[in-house]
């Protein structure tokens, strides 16, 4: 299109996509757009300089191109910004304004293969004004479909959470996870972490055998909290959980979309809870001067007022002893202690064999698993009904008030469903059984020589781990004028 304008003699050519609109792809259309400008300005004889980026619209800050261009524009550089529609400079109706205010104030035109806007005359600011508005809403529902079909991908499996974890890959066809070589490491590091062995234990291994990162730098105490606690190596995905610019509010569990057997896991579920279990609810750092594991550490507390009693090595004496605690319960020497809990513990294996021979007998009439059949499948409709009240009500077919109304009544009866599935998995007869024979072995291994009170097997953090396993507490009592001191064992 011919332009009669003798003021326009030096223009910058724009040309930003930030997705494949036309289904060319990107550089196909990129190219078709640079070719329409190119010809619009040569057909008007034009000098130019051109700007050309792969962008999102959401922010100019993001743009580099299009800042250097504003920068240009305000130092008087051009005479007007060509592009092939308004919606090129911003769908962003906050930045729109702010690109608007400098053309305004440099006087320079807009440009389109269809038309000139000069912003100094009314009908068209308010034209441009109109158009930039349009382009908003279009973008902000462009957002709406986006995130709607991520949440789609997400609850059929596909992997939408950036770079896959350590020991898989991204299968382009399927878009879900797969395992690759680095699995072997991952499998490594749980099966340390289960068998007893320290996170700081772990990483000497992992370096002496040069296992390293993606990046090939060395595993950090925080990067194998993190694989232990990543569920997609038991074949889970959970996304949606949470929001903000650092992703650092928790959004409400309801909200979370929880994905089982997604794809391949690379750790069974018994290891992963194990593993995951120890390193969040066991102290899990590695032994210091000041900070020494022992035997029964973070397990003996005061009968007296509950507080935790650790021990004290006195280096004069060559002794340890349990600490004496501020509310008057008196210390003692450790070994004979320690000597009297392992009697007591290896005593209390013969209650669980017969607890265990109780709930196999139990299990043999258990429908626990028939009632969470059930419940998993009304749990599916009802977050199924939940996602069409969502979609209905962002394609304006009911109102706010409406909306509410039915998110309520679903969201009550999701938590309802799910707090009747966490019940019946507390009483599922097959989760006790594994967890006793858990116990059983756990005992096995205690069977044998502890290096604390006979100077050689077991080392005093194996037996801290095992202990953990199979006991919840234990009261320690040594009050003033009593003769010995006594202790309660609570078992799990």
């Known amino acids: 299109m011919l332009f009669n304008n003798e003021k326009v003699k030096h223009v910058a050519v724009y040309l930003r996509l930030s997705r494949d609109e036309e289904n060319q792809g990107i550089e196909q259309v990129l190219a078709n757009h640079r070719q329409t400008l190119i010809d619009l300005v040569n057909e008007n004889n034009w000098s130019y300089e051109l700007f050309e980026e792969v962008a999102s619209s959401s922010t100019i800050l993001k743009r580099k191109e299009f800042v250097k261009l504003l920068e240009r524009v305000q130092q008087d ?17 906050f930045d729109a304004s702010e690109i608007k205010r400098i053309l305004y104030q440099t006087e320079t035109y807009i440009i389109t ?3 000139i806007f000069d912003l100094t005359k009314d009908d068209d600011s308010l034209l441009l004004g109109i158009t930039n508005l349009i382009a908003s809403g279009e973008y902000k ?6 995130r709607r ?12 959470n950036g770079i896959a974890p350590l020991g898989y890959k991204k299968d382009t066809k399927t878009k879900k996870l797969v395992p690759n070589e680095r699995a072997k490491d991952i499998q490594f590091i749980f099966s340390e972490v289960v068998k007893g062995t320290t996170i700081p234990g772990v990483l000497r291994q992992l370096k002496s055998m040069g296992i390293r990162t993606r990046e090939g730098n060395d595993f950090h105490y925080n ?3 993190r694989i232990i606690n990543n569920e997609a190596y038991r074949g889970t995905i959970i996304s949606n959980k949470t929001t903000g610019k650092h992703a650092n509010t928790i959004r409400p569990k309801e909200e979370w979309i929880i994905v089982h057997n997604a794809h391949p896991a690379i750790i069974e579920e018994k290891t992963w809870e194990s593993a995951n279990k120890i390193v969040n609810e066991y102290s899990f750092k590695a032994p210091r001067s000041k900070n020494r594991i022992y035997p029964t550490s973070n397990l003996i507390y005061c009968a007296n007022c509950g507080k935790s ?14 600490k004496h605690c501020k509310c008057g319960n008196r210390g003692f020497y450790y070994n004979p202690v320690l000597a009297l809990i392992k009697k007591e513990v290896l005593q209390h294996k013969e209650a669980v064999l017969k607890d265990l021979e109780v709930q196999e007998d139990v299990k043999r009439v258990d429908n626990t698993q028939y009632k969470k059949d059930k419940l998993v499948s ?22 706010i008030i409406e909306y509410r109304k039915r998110k ?8 309802l469903i799910e707090e009747e599935i966490e019940s019946v998995e507390k009483d599922d007869i097959s989760v006790k059984i594994e967890s006793l024979k858990d116990q059983i072995e756990a005992y096995d291994s205690l069977i044998g020589k502890w290096d604390f009170i006979d100077g050689e097997g077991y080392s005093d953090e194996s037996i801290n781990r095992l202990l953990h396993g199979i006991v919840s507490g234990i009261l320690w009592s040594y009050r003033k004028g009593a003769e010995s001191p006594t202790l309660s064992i609570v078992y799990k």
């Not at 009304?378 to 077919?397: P, W």
């Open 309 to 322: 009693q650790g021990c004290n090595y006195l280096k004069r004496l060559d002794k340890v002893y349990i």
């Open 77 to 93: 550089y051009y005479d007007a910004v060509v592009v092939m529609d308004i919606d090129r400079l911003s769908r962003n109706e």
């Open 113 to 115: 293969p269809h038309r």
């Open 408 to 415: 309520a009544i679903r969201q009550e009866e999701i938590m």
């Open 223 to 225: 990067s194998i909290q």
């Open 149 to 160: 079909g991520k949440e789609y991908a997400q609850k059929q499996g596909h992997w939408t």
């Open 141 to 146: 529902q462009i957002l709406k479909r986006m």
């Open 378 to 399: 009304r749990l599916g409709k009802s977050k199924k009904a939940l996602e069409r009240i969502n979609i209905l009500f962002e394609e304006d077919e009911i109102d």
